[in-house]
């Protein structure tokens, strides 16, 4: 059910992420050891922000398994970014095509998702429905991921990131208990504007997919003792992922349940996330409004 | 804007129709005559009947050309089926993937669509709306052809499929002139359900895309007089094409604008095909109360 | 390093055997059991003969994973064959591209392999050059397989097909040791021009890749005890696969180590496979004789 | 059969040459004016080279249309280059796959060609056999192309590139006339170390295909009269192409029959190009002694 990385921090290659660490993503393609599955073969994808382009994120996606993909190898060879989202898929059902690839893009974000959101076959009309019809036609795949990124920048993601996520993600909940499903939402999530990296991990369970942050700059460079680039990096960089790159002890700190965190210049943030049930109602009546053919109200 | 041929007989080859014509669809998808592009090379499809399993129809689709699809030749080539349509695209925005490829597929049902819903994307999540919810989730692409097929499948495909068809096409319409969209609908339709074969010729501004239609078996025997197959065919067997297959003159029909045809066991028919506008308001009134969630009112 | 299945015997979907059994060839493209690599999802091929077209096979390849190739699924559920052959792929290091996917095809000859030239890209200049220059042009993709395929071509498939491959073995066997390579072949392959199926477990270290065969229809029998299309096979019917189909004990059959079957009507037969040394001088002298443009001398 | 484009001067990003032009490559892709065909449809390719890369060019290909990647857009926005060719694809036979497109690649070298050699599929074996033996596992595709570059790496493209390549074509023109072939070898040809762009016009006829270059600064201002970029532009930069990019007189230099460019720092120079019918017994005894396994002495 997927696996990511991201980075935040100076520039460095792609590839010294996804092919050159000890238990690397693209390795974690072939063989996951704490995802549900253990081969993640269902196309991949990377979006990256440059300093010439910050408000428009390059992305390359692939339905090829990101393991014998050779544009992958290439491309990360010679893209260098301070910020960049690399996802490999496994899916739950939908079709295997470019469109269902993470990370999902809109304006300036990226999104990358790992999870499912469950009965979403029974649900995804009325998810539909509650997006932002000024947003809809820029749905272009068919995976519950998707749909979620959609419900999280019409919940107002451009001005509340963390906020807009917990009320998309209560609305997600609401409409699932309709349906009578015990547990919708079962997520890591890493989305970014190309200035902050956030990363949350959740699920209605209480019982979520890994997600790891590295501690410090010492934790990058223990993971390559003889590369240059990262001997210079500082405590501003930071490495996310699904699982960790080395079996390193100390340098990979858990994420705690039910938590987002912000990567940022200067302090990072950590905070409980709480989809709060309150908020859900407002997107109840949002969908309903629209079906006016009216924008939404803003949800806030 | 993509091209299609369908056959109806006695069971032959797909080659025979596909590649061993003079100027067969995989010439055309390099070199259309009479399309609005003269290029279809954003994927294909075809979809065919067999008497062993004559309710699930068979379904190759892929995003490569036509003409370089090294597949194609070799299915073609050993699957006989005495009903098929196969379809050339030529994307007019939307993504080109397996799920975007004709002959979209329900149950029994095959279809396949040359032209356009002017102003889709606009429309989309309104037509998208109008489906029922029940089928909603076998939406699987993001195209206008696909829609049009869902609205089709919830306006009663299954019991009138002209009338669906005429509903679906008058509710789309309908839906385009309240965005102030001129000409909406721009088609030709075939579809099957594996007992019948349907063509359609419409627009609304009534200058259509071409189809044809062979006249009689002479006509499959004149595009390959040394071929044994065709030598047996008789008056049943009935061949539908966007553009001829050959410069034989008197061999094709065109089929005139805003007309229907059914290809069937005994005589064919041929009747106007005309969208009513009061049937769409059905359709708006259907869309309207399955905003609440529940399911709409079957439109008849 | 690949995994496949062969069946002979009276027509049955292919479906049958590559998706409705307990351990499906399409459950190992994920998951193997027995093989080196457990995920085999560098593509895949199936091939197979029909009664109407006995000398030209038809064939499917792609470079998606099969488990997640949606027009496998179509395909294999049309498509009945009394003779067919499936391959998926793991590479040891060749491009993913359909012309690297098995089975590899000559006339009427289908060819898959399981195992790997060891040294390949040291020798593939010298094996190469040993292959009839009459055939060079046929091969068109880089593969250890193809070329071992157009060896045996060159050295009597068609008169004498266990034989062939027991030449071309021997010539790839020496022309390793003149590398200093221990170990020059490790395979299982199974072939056939259509009247009979051939399988080889072999391999010059006397540790060869798994490969089983069912004993008689009550084996395939008690794979699909409800499958109306089995219960009418007879003892002709074999299936022979890399690994078991499913855990019943006493079903399969291991064929040992260094032994070639030949699954025909009537009785079938197992031999010694004996790539013998004094056949691949023929073959030394043929290279060099090659080498003035001309044609080899056959090579018996 | 192939369109190619080159560019040589300052960093520019590759969408400014591939996109952002009144008749750009990717509108030959689907329009081609002066092709023999007039789709390139069959894969495509881009290969670069940084700054801090200077020996090790990146490369994109795909087997999609070139004008319906998405991928192909979103990084020809985000990839800026002081060198870049990029080539559009029309088989002339051999399969369809990344391996098959062009930009090949070895070591520092990029390299594309438009034309044809005719009879390839009769003079392969003997080419692919002139190739050194310690190059000849870096052959992964089918094509003439990659062929001819790998033979002109044998010929010394390293120390003498133009002289290499005219003893490449000359191999060629003298082994297909021991074939009867009246005119072997069709091209247009670009190729870089890094350093240098290199461009080529020459057919064995001296009929060959178009290649334009462009005259000075003030061509591309021409093209691009509004971007930023291109003001900035000096005469040192240049565009190679094998069709105009715009419609305005005067700024496209037709490059002469038979006639090798060489752009770079400083003055550029053009020389004939003249395969030397002596040079090609060199080859010819090459590729003689090769058959013992021995690399070839080295051509000069």
Redesign the interface.
């Known amino acids: 059910m997927c696996r990511w990385n991201a980075f935040f921090g100076q520039p460095i290659l792609i590839e010294e992420l996804l092919f050159r660490t000890q238990h690397s993503l693209i390795d974690q393609s ?2 996951s050891r704490l995802g549900v599955e ?2 993640n ?2 196309g991949f994808g990377v979006g ?1 922000y ?1 300093p ?2 910050p408000t ?1 994120p ?8 990101a ?2 993909d ?2 992958l190898r ?2 990360s ?4 970014a301070p910020i960049f989202l690399a996802h490999i898929r496994a ?1 739950t059902g ?6 269902n690839c993470h990370p999902f893009r809109h304006g300036r974000w990226l999104f990358v998702h790992n999870g499912v959101i469950d009965g979403f ?2 649900m ?3 998810l ?2 509650a997006v932002d ?1 000024a947003l ?2 820029g ?4 995976t519950d991921s998707e749909t979620l990124f959609y419900l999280a920048l019409t919940y107002g993601l451009d001005e509340d990131p963390i906020g807009a996520v917990e009320r998309a993600v209560a609305f997600v909940e609401a409409t699932g208990r ?1 349906h009578g499903i015990e547990h919708p939402v079962q997520m890591t999530l890493g989305f970014s504007d190309g200035e902050r990296l956030y990363a949350v991990r959740y699920s209605t369970e209480g019982r979520s997919r890994s997600l790891f942050v590295s501690e410090d700059a010492a934790t990058l460079q223990a993971l390559h003792p003889d590369n240059p680039r990262f001997s210079r990096l500082t405590d501003e960089d930071r490495v996310v992922v699904s699982e960790p790159l080395s079996d390193l002890p100390g340098v990979w700190l858990e994420v705690p349940e039910s938590t987002a965190i912000v990567i940022q210049k200067g302090a990072d943030e950590q905070r409980p996330f709480r989809p709060s049930p309150g908020d859900e109602r407002l997107a109840a009546g949002n ?2 409004s ?4 009216h924008a939404p109200t803003p949800p806030r």
């Open positions: 072939l063989h253990t081969t073969g269902d990256w440059t010439a382009n428009a390059g992305r390359y996606r692939s339905v090829s398994p393991w014998n050779a544009n290439d491309l060879a010679h893209i260098e899916t939908t079709a295997v095509q470019q469109t076959h029974i995804q009309r009325e539909m429905l019809p809809f036609s749905i272009t795949g068919s309709t969908g309903a629209s079906t006016a053919g």
